[in-house]
C-alpha cells in the first residue's frame, strides 16, 4: 500500500479492500460472502436499530520481526462474543464460522497490515447484529455476523506516557445486573455523556464507581483497572466489568513475572497506596495512569513519578507486545499464524 503513511496511522477508520459477512435464517448460519461495501442494508424495523440487538468485538493482527503474521488470542474473543450474543438473546456465532471469519478478512486484506517496527496493526472488527424486523420488544429471528478490519497506529504517538484519570460517580455505564460484562453497544452509549466529559475537563477517561454502592473501582472507560503495589497486581472483581483479554493476559504474565496477582473490590482510597496503575485493552495494552481526580471530592491521587510509568507497567507492556510482535517466546501459546499473499 503505497499511499498509506504507517507511522502517521491514528486509531481511526481507514478503507480496505474486503469484509467478510455471514447471515442467520430460518435457524441456521449461511455461507461466508465476501464484500467490498461499506455500507449494510437492512429493514427499518431490525432490532439492533430499535432494541439494542448489536455485540462486537475488537482485536488484533501484528506483523512480526520474522515477517509472518500473528493473531492475538481470537478465540478469546470468540467466547466473549457468543457470552454477549447469549446476554441480549442472538445468535450464537460457532467457534469454526468465527475463525474462518478472522482469516478470510485478515487474508483479503493482507496489504493493510502494517510493516514491522511501525507499531502499527490490523484491527479487527467483529460485529454481530439483530437484522431481522420486530415493532414488538422481542428477539430477531435474523442476524448479520460480519468482520471489517482498519490498520491502525501505535495507540501512543507521544511515546508510551502516563495519563490523568477522573473517577465519575453521577454517571453509570452498566447496571450490577445488567450487562456490563458483556460487549453489547448499549453499554458504549451510556457510557458517552461521562467520557466525554471527562475529555473536556482534561482526562484521558472516565473511570466508573461501582453503580451500587459507589465505594470501589469499576471500568475504567473502555478499559479495565489495574493496581500495583507491593508486589502485587490487583484488579477490580465486579460482575459489572468487561472481561479484558489484556488484563487476562497482563495477570498471567504478572503471575509469570513473580507478582502476585489479586482480583477483588478496590476501595476507592486505597488508589493512594498503589505505586502504578493502569488501565489496559488491546487498542492501548496499557494506558499508564498520571493520577487520578476523583470528581465529587476534587481530591487528586497522584500515582506516577515525574510524568514516566513505573517499571512494573513498561516490563508488562514490553513482554505483552513482545509476544504479539513475536520478538519473545510465545510460552502461553496465544498467538496463531495467519499465512498471507
Ligand atoms: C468496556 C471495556 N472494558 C475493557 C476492554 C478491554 O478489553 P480487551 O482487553 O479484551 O480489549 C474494552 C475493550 O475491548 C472495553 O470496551
Known amino acids: 500500500m503505497e499511499n498509506i503513511d504507517w507511522s502517521k496511522l491514528s486509531f481511526g477508520y481507514v478503507k480496505t479492500n474486503y469484509n467478510v459477512r455471514c447471515y442467520y435464517r430460518n ?41 509472518k503474521v500473528r493473531i492475538f488470542r481470537w478465540i478469546e474473543n470468540c467466547h466473549r462474543l457468543q457470552s454477549s ?83 465519575v460517580r453521577d454517571f453509570d455505564r452498566a447496571a450490577p445486573m445488567g450487562t456490563g460484562h458483556v460487549k453489547v453497544g448499549g453499554n458504549y452509549a451510556a457510557s458517552l455523556r461521562a467520557g466525554e466529559r471527562a475529555h473536556h475537563e482534561g482526562f484521558a477517561a472516565s473511570i466508573f464507581a461501582d453503580a451500587k454502592t459507589k465505594q470501589y473501582i469499576d471500568e475504567a472507560g473502555p478499559a479495565n483497572f489495574f493496581g500495583i503495589k507491593e508486589n502485587k497486581y490487583i484488579t477490580p472483581d465486579s460482575g459489572s466489568i468487561l472481561p479484558s483479554i489484556t488484563n487476562k493476559s497482563l495477570r498471567e504474565l504478572a503471575a509469570d513475572m513473580g507478582l502476585t496477582v489479586e482480583r477483588r473490590h478496590i476501595p476507592i482510597e486505597e488508589i493512594g497506596t498503589f505505586e502504578e496503575a493502569g488501565a489496559c485493552g488491546t487498542a492501548a495494552v496499557i494506558s499508564p495512569v498520571d493520577y487520578i481526580q476523583d470528581r465529587e471530592s476534587g481530591k487528586v491521587y497522584q500515582i506516577a513519578k515525574n510524568g514516566e510509568p513505573g517499571p512494573w507497567c513498561v516490563k508488562l507492556y514490553n513482554r505483552l507486545t513482545g509476544i504479539q510482535f513475536g520478538e519473545v517466546e510465545d510460552k502461553f501459546g496465544w498467538c496463531d499464524i495467519i499465512d498471507v499473499d
Open 27 to 67: 435457524g441456521k448460519w449461511g455461507k461466508l460472502e465476501v464484500s467490498s461495501s461499506e455500507d449494510v442494508t437492512m429493514h427499518m424495523a431490525a432490532t439492533c436499530l430499535h432494541y439494542g440487538q448489536a455485540a462486537f468485538e475488537g482485536l488484533k493482527c501484528y506483523r512480526g520481526k520474522d515477517g
Open 85 to 167: 450474543s447469549e446476554a441480549i438473546m442472538m445468535a450464537q456465532v460457532p467457534d469454526e464460522l468465527f475463525k474462518e471469519a478472522c482469516w478470510k478478512v485478515v487474508q483479503l486484506n493482507s496489504e493493510f497490515i502494517p510493516p514491522y517496527g511501525t507499531g502499527g496493526t490490523l484491527y479487527l472488527r467483529p460485529l454481530l447484529i439483530g437484522t431481522g424486523a420486530k415493532v414488538g420488544v422481542s428477539p430477531a429471528d435474523e442476524y448479520l455476523f460480519m468482520i471489517f478490519v482498519t490498520p491502525v497506529g501505535p495507540y501512543f504517538k507521544a511515546g508510551f506516557k502516563p495519563v490523568p484519570m477522573q473517577i
